[in-house]
């Protein structure tokens, strides 16, 4: 069974930082594709930042150059360092696993996902 694990969020001011970690058990393949999500309150889930199997990464533009993805394969586990944070930031955000990868990474159509982290940026 698949398992996906986020911790990491919490309440921070403007120009904070904070590191997401997603810790994924089960998975039996050696290839794969990831994604970092949020959502805000009355908001739709957004992609933030994808990674692959060979190290490719991509990020949405509102994070680029504040956010990076990065994947520890040896722990199964998936970062998302998160710089510079802005109240709009907020959301809660999830990591899911085994879903489309290259330019599509940012369609919410994975097969797993975790419950969620909280990230608060307050002004």
């Known amino acids: 069974q698949v398992q996906l694990q986020e911790s990491g969020g919490g309440s921070v001011q403007s120009g904070g930082s904070l590191r997401l970690s997603c810790a994924v058990s089960g998975y039996g393949h050696r290839g794969y594709c990831v994604g970092w999500f949020r959502q805000a309150p009355g908001k739709d889930r957004e992609g933030v930042a994808g990674i692959d199997s060979y190290g490719t990464t991509d990020y949405a533009e509102s994070v680029k150059g504040r956010f990076t993805i990065s994947a520890d394969n040896a722990k199964n586990t998936f970062i998302l360092q998160v710089n510079s944070l802005k109240p709009e930031d907020t959301a809660m955000y999830y990591c899911?696993?085994?879903?489309?990868?290259?330019?599509?990474?940012?369609?919410?159509?994975?097969?797993?996902w975790g419950q969620g982290t909280q990230v608060t940026v307050s002004s």
């Open positions: 899911a696993a085994d879903g489309p990868c290259g330019t599509r990474w940012y369609i919410a159509e994975y097969n797993y």
